[in-house]
Nanobody, 125 residues
Framework: QVQLVESGGGLVQAGGSLRLSCAAS????????MGWFRQAPGKEREFVAA????????YYADSVKGRFTISRDNAKKTVYLQMNSLKPEDTAVYYC??????????????????WGQGTQVTVSS
């Protein structure tokens, strides 16, 4: 069993930055692919970014490419999402997720086996 706990959300003005963290339990964190998703009110959960178990491959939604950066520290069992140049449309609950198997498809929620409870990000205009 893997537990994921997100932190770092909050209220920020447009153009600002936030760094989300997702701390994981379990001894095999370094073998999991990790992803970030978000869900705005009244909308479906959407893919934001993903990173392979080694950190060697990263994937981004077009809407965040160039603004967000996903990274991981396997020694700390933590994955990060650095969010810059935030826009009001980035407002959502952000979830991290872990996948036992590799290879993707990283874009689909069904690929992931474990989910955190989410952290709220609100970007004011």
């Amino acid at each position: 069993q893997v537990q994921l706990v997100e932190s770092g959300g909050g209220l920020v003005q447009a153009g600002g930055s936030l760094r989300l963290s997702c701390a994981a339990s379990g001894r095999t964190f370094s073998s999991y692919a990790m992803g970030w998703f978000r869900q705005a009110p009244g909308k479906e959960r959407e893919f934001v970014a993903a990173i392979s178990w080694s950190g060697g491959s990263t994937y981004y939604a077009d809407s965040v490419k160039g603004r967000f950066t996903i990274s991981r520290d396997n020694a700390k069992k933590t994955v990060y999402l650095q969010m810059n140049s935030l826009k009001p449309e980035d407002t959502a609950v952000y979830y991290c997720a872990a996948a036992i198997r590799g290879g993707g498809p990283y874009y689909f929620p069904s690929f992931y086996d474990y989910w955190g409870q989410g952290t709220q990000v609100t970007v004011s205009s």
